[in-house]
Nanobody
């Protein structure tokens, strides 16, 4: 499984960005994909996940980004997106996309939220987002 992020950059507070993650060799019928971020000296923080179990698709967001960030996907292109709006300096971090190792950790929004950062899942190399005031 390979994940590659793009779309990061430097913006002023209030600005917007759209991050893209191209995912290869990952096509389970049920899955969970996510975005997380890490700022220097801080712990990693899951910001958004999208989970599919049977025909139900759910999204979940961290309180810090709810209403400003949107996770979406284009499965035909094997691409995951994160739209970042009304950016704040506190959003400055390196952003990573991730895919759940379903056989190892299982399915479900809650399960994914709690395990996506654990070893054995699939992560990209990250893209930097810097927001100036």
């Amino acid at each position: 499984v390979h994940l590659g992020e793009s779309g990061g950059g430097s913006v002023q507070a209030g600005g917007s960005l759209r991050l893209t993650c191209e995912i290869s060799e990952y096509s389970p019928s049920d899955y969970c994909k996510a975005w997380f971020r890490q700022a220097p000296g801080e712990e990693r923080e899951v910001v958004a996940i999208i989970s599919k179990v049977n025909n139900d698709i759910e999204t979940r967001y961290a309180d810090s980004v709810k209403g400003r960030f949107t996770i979406s996907e284009d499965n035909a292109k094997n691409t995951l997106y994160l739209s970042l709006n009304n950016l704040k300096p506190a959003d400055s971090a390196k952003y990573y996309c991730a895919a759940q190792n379903v056989p190892l950790y299982g399915l479900g929004t809650g399960q994914c939220w709690n395990t996506i950062l654990l070893p054995g899942n699939y992560w990209g190399q990250g893209t930097q987002v810097t927001v100036s005031s």
